[in-house]
Structure formats: structure tokens, C-alpha cells
T-cell receptor
Framework: GDSVTQMEGPVTLSEEAFLTINCTYT??????LFWYVQYPGEGLQLLLK?????DKGSNKGFEATYRKETTSFHLEKGSVQVSDSAVYFC????????????FGKGTLLTVNP | ETGVTQTPRHLVMGMTNKKSLKCEQH?????MYWYKQSAKKPLELMFV???????ENNSVPSRFSPECPNSSHLFLHLHTLQPEDSALYLC??????????????FGPGTRLTVL
């Protein structure tokens, strides 16, 4: 079946540091890949997505590239801010499973001033 | 209002109470979902409704009873819950087969505490 593995947290960075959160996946079909973000006390918000190999999703300074050869979708940001503190979830949607989302366990990011 | 809304945002109930969670989507989607998010556990998909028909029930106890009266509204009826049911309950919607078919949009969640 489908699965998503993302790096265990928590991750603690200083403001303006470089961020990478690793995500790898296993899927039976050709999935779409997502990063969702959950700020404290809120629901999940779509951060970015990519639907085919070599696509780069980007939003709010975050980027992730769909790498089919390594089955990866790592999240990166060049300079994090305190306001980026949140839990980040990697997810995939496989057409073969009627677009059900399979989530990773989430990575807590804390950015200190 | 836009997006996906959920009410109430917080709910405290005793084990013998009956309550309902409400979700409404304003995105014109035709599929709706209930998820449970517990501390230190992955997100759990509970129910999926597509075109108002339940298409998935992931072995959820019968004390949780979903209802989807139309494509914009989804309810989760709760009765005789257990303390371990305390969690954040998230609603989502999507439009499979549509332009953004595989993207789910989430509501803010209902924080449920069972005493």
C-alpha cells in the first residue's frame, strides 16, 4: 500500500536558518504529492503541491521538487521566520485509491528569534 | 464565508452525552471527509462521502455516526464516547475528477474533550 515517511522532529532552528524536511514515499500508482502546514490551534492548510515528476511546488518561500527516481519530495526554505513555527505534513494522493490522502506523521518546526 | 468551516471549535462532553459536529464547505466540492488527529498519532481517516454517499468507513466504532445530507454539509454525531476519543476532529473536502481533484481542503477542526 501507499506510505509516506518524513523526518522525525522536532526541528529547532534560529531565524534566517535554512530548512530541509525530508519526505519519501511509496505508492502503487503515480501520485500527486503535497505539503500541508498546521499552525498551533488550527487545521491543516495546503502549503504546496506537485503532480508529476520534476514539478516544483512553491509557496511563501517554501519549495519542494517531485523526484520520481528517489521517490522523494523534500521541503526546503532558504530563510525561516518565527512565524513558520508549525507542524508540517507530507502527503500523497494516488488516483488508484480514489484520491485518498496518505499522510506522514508530521514534523514539528520551532523557529527561535 | 469561504473555504471549509467547522462548528463548534471546542467541545467538552461527558461520556453519556450526545452531541454533533458540523462541517460546511463553500467550495463546490462533491466529496467530504472526517479525520481524527490525536496527540502523537498520525492523522486517521474516519469516513469519506462522495456525492452524499458514504464510500469509506475505516473501522470506526459505532459511537461515531456520520451524516451527509447534501454535498455542502457533513455531520459527525457522537454518543457514549470514551475519554480516548478526545482529539481534534478535522473535516475536509475535495472534488475528485475535477481540476483540483486530488487536493483536499481542511477546516479548522473541532477540539473535542471527553470527560
Amino acid at each position: 500500500g501507499d506510505s509516506v515517511t518524513q523526518m522525525e522532529g522536532p526541528v529547532t532552528l534560529s531565524e534566517e536558518a535554512f530548512l530541509t524536511i525530508n519526505c519519501t514515499y511509496t505508492a502503487t500508482g503515480y501520485p500527486s504529492l503535497f505539503w500541508y502546514v498546521q499552525y498551533p490551534g488550527e487545521g491543516l492548510q495546503l502549503l504546496l503541491k506537485a503532480t508529476k515528476a520534476d514539478d516544483k511546488g512553491s509557496n511563501k518561500g517554501f519549495e519542494a521538487t517531485y523526484r520520481k527516481e528517489t521517490t522523494s519530495f523534500h521541503l526546503e526554505k532558504g530563510s525561516v521566520q518565527v512565524s513558520d513555527s508549525a507542524v508540517y505534513f507530507c502527503a500523497l494522493s494516488d488516483r488508484g485509491s480514489n484520491y485518498k490522502l496518505t499522510f506522514g506523521k508530521g514534523t514539528l518546526l520551532t523557529v527561535n528569534p | 464565508e469561504t473555504g471549509v468551516t467547522q462548528t463548534p471549535r471546542h467541545l467538552v462532553m461527558g461520556m453519556t452525552n450526545k452531541k454533533s459536529l458540523k462541517c460546511e464547505q463553500h467550495l463546490g466540492h462533491n466529496a467530504m471527509y472526517w479525520y481524527k488527529q490525536s496527540a502523537k498519532k498520525p492523522l486517521e481517516l474516519m469516513f469519506v462521502y462522495s456525492l452524499e454517499e458514504r464510500v469509506e468507513n475505516n473501522s470506526v466504532p459505532s459511537r461515531f455516526s456520520p451524516e451527509c445530507p447534501n454535498s455542502s454539509h457533513l455531520f459527525l454525531h457522537l454518543h457514549t464516547l470514551q475519554p480516548e476519543d478526545s482529539a481534534l476532529y478535522l473535516c475536509a473536502s475535495s472534488s475528485p475528477g475535477g481540476r483540483q481533484g486530488d487536493t483536499q481542503y481542511f477546516g479548522p477542526g473541532t477540539r473535542l474533550t471527553v470527560l
